[in-house]
C-alpha cells in the first residue's frame, strides 16, 4: 500500500487506502466509502473500476503489452502450445516437460461426453447458432458430472476445469457437425489437443482425416492469443455467477451466453461478414465514412477496444498467421486484401488516430478461420472453446480469494419516488 486518497463529499472527508499492483495503475481501496459517506461510486460500464485482484494476465493498453502470468502473448505466441499455456494460466508456472506430459495426457482422457449429452443436439434445429448450442449444453453439464461441482473441495475445482478445458473442443465441434448433418466424430487420444479438435470438425467416418500440421499450429497459436484478457465482460460475467456459489459449468455457460455478444467475442464474426460485404478494395471507403457517421450505429467490426488504445498485440500475431495459412492451403481469399486495406485507411484517418481505435483480436481471426474452412457462425464457438481455460483459471482465483464476496453491485436510482397506490377506476 503506497498512500492514501482523501475524498470529501458535503462535511465528511475520507482517506481511502491506495494500493499498488505489481504493475499498472494504483487502485484505491473504497469498500468502506459507502459506509463512511452514505454515498455510492458511479462507474456504468466500470471504465475505471478494479473488481478483484489477480495473479493471471496484465495488459498495458496504452503500450501493446499483454502478459500471462508475466510472459509477453508474443512470445507464448511463437514458443509456446495451448496445452502448455492452460497450464500456466491455470498453475501459474511453465510447467516442467513431463508436467506437461502429464497435464496433456489428463487433459486427452477428459475429452470424451457422457453419451447421453448428444441426444441435447437432436433438441435443436439444425440451423441453430453454435453459440446457442453451447450455452444449452455447456450448462447441461452440470447435470452429468456431480463429482466436480463442490467449488469448496479444490480437487473437485481442478476435475471440473479440466473437464471443461477438454470437453469444449467436443461439444463445438459436435455443434458443427449437427449443422451440416454429419455424424458426430469422437476424440482420438492420439492426436493433440488442436489436431484432435480439427478431426472431429472436418473429419468424416467415411476416410481417414489427415491434419495439416502448418493448420494445427495456426489454431493452436489463435487458441493462445484468445486464452484469457482481464477482466473483460465474460470472464466478469464468469466471476459474478462464481461469487453466488453456482457449480462451474454453470458459471462457464453464463460466461458463453455473453461472449456471444458483437461488442465482445461475436466481433469476429460480424468482422468477416462486414469484410465480406466490403466485398471490393474500392468500397472501404463508403465503409469508413459510415463508421465515423454519428448517425449511423455501423461501427468497424473487429477495430476497437475498451483496453487498448494501442495495437491489440494479439492482431499483430493473427496478421502474421493469415500469411502461413494462405500459403500452407494455397489460399487466395480477396477478403484479406480488403482487410489489410481497411486497416491501412482507417489508421490513417484522423477519426480513428483521434479515438485510438486500431484492430483488435477480432480483426483477422476470421479471415484465417474462414481460410482453415469453419463457417462464421463458427467463430464465436471457437473463441469460447479456447477462453475457457481463462474463464476457469480467473473463476478458481476467485473461489480461492479470501476477500471475495457475492458481487453485488448498487445503483443511482432516478425512478418514482414513494407514492399512493391508485386503484384502477380512479385512474
Ligand atoms: C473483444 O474486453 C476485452 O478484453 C475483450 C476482448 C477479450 O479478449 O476478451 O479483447 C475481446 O471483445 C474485442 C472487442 C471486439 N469488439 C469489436 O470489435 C466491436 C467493435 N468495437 C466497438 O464496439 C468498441 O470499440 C468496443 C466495444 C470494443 C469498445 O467500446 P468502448 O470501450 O465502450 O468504447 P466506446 O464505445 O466508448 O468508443 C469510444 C469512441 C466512441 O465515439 P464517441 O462516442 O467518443 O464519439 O470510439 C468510437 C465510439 O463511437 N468507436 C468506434 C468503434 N469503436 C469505438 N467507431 C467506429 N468503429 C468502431 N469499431
Same mark, same amino acid.
Not at 441426444?119 to 453459440?131: E, I, L, Q, V, W
Not at 495495437?311 to 500452407?328: C, G, I, L, N, S
Not at 489489410?340 to 480483426?363: H, R
Given at each position: ?15 481511502? !487506502? ?7 495503475? +494504483? ?40 502478459? #500471462? /502470468? ?12 495451448? *496445452? ?27 475429452? &470424451? ?7 441435447? =443436439? ?6 441453430? #447458432?453454435? &453459440?446457442?448450442? *453451447? ?32 470437453? &469444449? ?6 455443434? %458443427?457437425? %449437427? ?13 493433440? %489437443? ?31 492469443? #484468445?486464452?484469457? #484478457? ?17 457449480? !462451474? ?46 448517425? +449511423? ?8 477496444? /475498451?483496453? =487498448?488504445?494501442? =495495437? ?32 491501412? *485507411?482507417?489508421?490513417? +484517418?484522423? =477519426? ?45 482465483? &476467485? ?19 414513494? /407514492?399512493?397506490?391508485?386503484?384502477? +377506476?380512479?385512474?
Amino acid at each position: 500500500m503506497t498512500d492514501t486518497a482523501k475524498i470529501t463529499l458535503g462535511d465528511k472527508t475520507v482517506d481511502s !487506502p491506495v494500493l499498488s499492483g505489481t504493475v499498472g495503475p +494504483d487502485v484505491v481501496d473504497i469498500r468502506k466509502f459507502y459506509a463512511q459517506t452514505g454515498a455510492f461510486t458511479y462507474d456504468p460500464g466500470f471504465t475505471s473500476t478494479a473488481s478483484c485482484e489477480s495473479k493471471l494476465t496484465y495488459i498495458d493498453g496504452d503500450e501493446g503489452v499483454l502478459l #500471462h /502470468r508475466g510472459y509477453a502473448i508474443g512470445d507464448l505466441a511463437e514458443h509456446s502450445s495451448f *496445452m502448455e499455456v492452460c497450464y500456466l494460466l491455470l498453475n501459474g508456472e511453465l510447467p516442467t516437460a513431463e508436467e506437461l506430459e502429464a497435464f496433456d495426457n489428463t487433459i486427452t482422457r477428459h475429452t &470424451m461426453l457422457h453419451e447421453q449429452l448428444a441426444t441435447f =443436439y437432436r433438441g435443436f434445429r439444425r440451423d441453430a #447458432h453454435p &453459440m446457442a448450442v *453451447m450455452c444449452g449444453v455447456v450448462g447441461a453439464l452440470s447435470a452429468f458430472y456431480h463429482d466436480s461441482t463442490d467449488i469448496q473441495d479444490p480437487h473437485q475445482r481442478m476435475i471440473a476445469s479440466h473437464r471443461l478445458i477438454a470437453k &469444449m473442443p467436443t461439444i463445438a465441434a459436435m455443434a %458443427y457437425k %449437427y449443422s451440416v448433418g454429419q455424424p458426430f466424430i469422437y476424440p482420438d487420444n492420439k492426436l493433440s %489437443y488442436t489436431g484432435n479438435f480439427l478431426r472431429m470438425t472436418f473429419g468424416v467416418p467415411a476416410e481417414e482425416y489427415e491434419v495439416v500440421p502448418a493448420v494445427e499450429r495456426a489454431l493452436d497459436r489463435i487458441f493462445i492469443l #484468445h486464452a484469457d #484478457h482481464e477482466q473483460n465482460a465474460s470472464t466478469s460475467t464468469v466471476r459474478l455467477a462464481g461469487s453466488s456459489g453456482a457449480n !462451474p459449468f454453470a458459471c462457464i455457460a453464463a460466461g458463453i451466453a455473453c461472449l456471444w455478444g458483437p461488442a465482445h467475442g461475436g466481433a469476429n464474426e460480424a468482422a468477416l461478414n462486414m469484410l465480406r460485404e466490403i466485398g471490393r478494395p474500392e468500397r472501404i471507403p463508403e465503409y469508413i465514412a459510415r463508421a465515423k457517421d454519428k448517425d +449511423d450505429p455501423f461501427r468497424l467490426m473487429g477495430f476497437g477496444h /475498451r483496453v =487498448y488504445k494501442n =495495437y491489440d498485440p494479439r492482431a499483430t500475431v493473427m496478421q502474421k498467421t493469415v500469411r502461413e495459412v494462405f500459403d500452407a492451403l494455397k489460399v487466395n481469399d480477396p477478403v484479406f486484401e480488403v482487410a489489410l486495406q481497411l486497416e491501412e *485507411m482507417a489508421l490513417n +484517418d484522423s =477519426y480513428f488516430i483521434e479515438k485510438k481505435l486500431f484492430p483488435n483480436v477480432d480483426f483477422y481471426s476470421g479471415v484465417i478461420l474462414s481460410a482453415i474452412g469453419f463457417p462464421t457462425t463458427m467463430f464465436t464457438a471457437l473463441f469460447a472453446l479456447a477462453r475457457t481455460v481463462g474463464w476457469v483459471a480467473q473463476w478458481n482465483e &476467485m473461489i480461492s480469494d479470501p476477500a471475495q464476496k457475492i458481487g453485488r453491485p448498487r445503483q443511482l436510482y432516478t425512478g418514482p419516488a414513494h /407514492r399512493p397506490y391508485v386503484p384502477v +377506476d380512479q385512474r
